[in-house]
């Protein structure tokens, strides 16, 4: 899935979270993730329970073993993640200081893999569509209000200037509420002058009823791309859950196309590649084992998805 052995004018990054334990331990994963992606995320060898796990005290060896690993196959990271409201460590959640907390992770851990990283998701899952105000009202925004945003955000550009900064969030690929919530967050953000660069879509598809139109999709990339916003699909996976392998080839096939004609879509990427050890789409999976929703099988065979994404590239 290459894109760069496609030969395209504008290739877009087609990449794939990766899981440091498979990759140290399963030759065949290793072999396949080398190979057919331009762009790795770490599924969760960056987020702060794992690289903060004491105040002060910082454990960075599985990211880097998996920033070497891009490096040695040529391939660009993008890093995941430095604000969230989940895989905290317990100090963090419980610290009265909230507001230095945040900072002082995002100087360490984006200061870390500067020069080493292309892109990082600074916020992540930050939109609550039930909410007064649209946003999540989760342990940053209770500590600092709204602004926790854009503090992550011009932290991040500081400590790492090069990379171009995301807000990630899954369920705006359709339309409604959740989206033009997230959409006017990030209207006010650029007009704010706020350094962010880009919008990831998590296009997690658990079941039937997330299968979502790709022309919507489509227009939020275009309405971004008014805004001056990159975007890209961050965490794609299709649970099959009873649909025959064809409509998770469509879905997977449906976005991919949508983001190789957007010229502000700049990267493709797959939550996992292989049902071996599954993703978070999969039914009573949180945290995954071996399921349906990638496009490689159990046995690391591809499937009807790969073949229609190859078909798009
Ligand atoms: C998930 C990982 O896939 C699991 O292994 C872990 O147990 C929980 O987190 N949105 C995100 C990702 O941004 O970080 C989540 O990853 C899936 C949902």
Not at 63 to 77: G, H, P
Not at 115 to 140: F, I, K, Q, Y
Request: with cysteine.
């Amino acid at each position: 899935l290459r894109a760069k052995a496609s030969g395209l004018d504008r290739p877009i990054h087609v990449g794939t979270a990766i899981a440091s334990t498979p990759l140290v331990d399963d030759a065949a994963y290793r072999a396949i993730a080398g190979r057919e992606f331009d762009m790795i995320t770490p599924e969760n060898d960056m987020k702060p329970q794992f690289v903060q796990p004491r105040r002060g005290v910082f454990a960075f060896a599985e990211a880097d073993t998996l920033v070497d690993f891009a490096r040695a196959n040529d391939q660009a990271v993008h890093a995941h993640t430095l604000v969230w409201f989940e895989a905290l460590p317990t100090w963090m959640r419980s610290a009265p200081d909230k507001e230095t907390v945040m900072l002082d992770h995002i100087k360490a851990v984006a200061g870390h893999f500067a020069g080493r990283v292309a892109e990082w998701d600074v916020v992540n899952e930050p939109m609550d569509e039930d909410s007064s105000d649209g946003l999540r009202h989760n342990l940053w925004w209770q500590a600092m209000g709204k602004g926790y945003i854009a503090k992550a955000f011009t932290a991040a550009r500081q400590a790492d200037p090069n990379a171009v900064l995301y807000l990630n969030e899954y369920g705006v690929e359709e339309a409604g509420e959740r989206w033009d919530r997230l959409y006017q967050l990030v209207k006010d953000l650029k007009a704010a002058g706020v350094p962010i660069d880009g919008v990831g879509f998590q296009n997690h598809e658990y079941a039937k009823g997330d299968r979502t139109p790709p022309e919507t999709f489509r227009q939020h990339v275009q309405a971004l791309a008014a805004l001056g916003l990159k975007v890209r699909v961050s965490e794609m996976d299709v649970s099959a859950n009873g649909d025959s392998a064809a409509v998770q080839a469509k879905e997977f096939a449906g976005k991919l196309a949508v983001c190789r004609d957007e010229p502000n879509c700049t990267s493709f990427g797959m939550w996992g590649f292989t049902d071996r050890y599954g993703s978070t789409a999969d039914i009573n999976n949180y945290p995954p084992s071996p399921g349906d929703a990638l496009p490689w099988d159990r046995n690391l065979r591809p499937k009807k998805a790969y073949t229609a994404m190859l078909n798009e590239l």
